[in-house]
């Protein structure tokens, strides 16, 4: 019986959603539980990151520490503003800031649980989830173990695609996406912006590359002068097709 044959993702520069493998920082600098104050800051100082993930010896993920957690140290233990201790959300978030304050190792200091994302995720999810959870980093797993980070820097890597690259995205998302002819479109791209021109066969079609080639990772935006062949947005069912041709 012969072996069914493995598909092979597609390169990098071709693919028009781009992953957190595609852009993770692997071999991440990690902490322990017990690592104190003084070697956290020591290792964020020399390894020029901002935040470090929390691991046990077993390679658990328990949490993340993060310079903002660090600077607790540094305001001290103060109380929030009188007008902001009225309701259990400011009372706990209080209390949080004073665990940190008076935290001497990582597992004290440390935000958990933590937000993660696994390899498979894409880009715009990522970013999305930054904005959303207000989060500048976020570990990526991979089987419940560690296996990179993604930045808020990193998510940046998708603006410094090459227009060739963008161009050959672009290209192939429309061909294997959205079976497009795409013999009849032109495509260009200049400092991240899509040229369009050419022609499909319908007006639907038009609209629906326009709007996924703006979904490119890389593509900044999308000048379109695509024409159609057919307007089927008058057509209905039982009608003769093709419809009115323009």
Known sequence: MSAVPQLRPAPRETRARLTARDVMTPNVITVSPEATVKDIAALMLRHHVSGLPVVTEDGELIGIVTEADLLHKETGPRLPASRFRHTLRSFSRATNVLKKAEGLTAAALMTAPVITVEEATPLHEIAALMVRRRVNRVPVMRAGRLV??????????????????????????????????????????????????GQVERWSERDLVTRWVSAVDGVVAVESRLEYEYDDRAVHLGDRWPAERV
């Open 148 to 197: 990179g980070i993604v930045s808020r820097a990193d998510i940046m890597q998708a603006f410094t695609r090459t227009d060739a690259e963008v161009a050959a995205a672009v290209r192939a998302t429309l061909l294997h996406d959205l079976w497009v002819d795409v013999t009849r479109i032109g495509i260009d791209v200049r400092d991240g912006v899509v040229h369009l021109d």
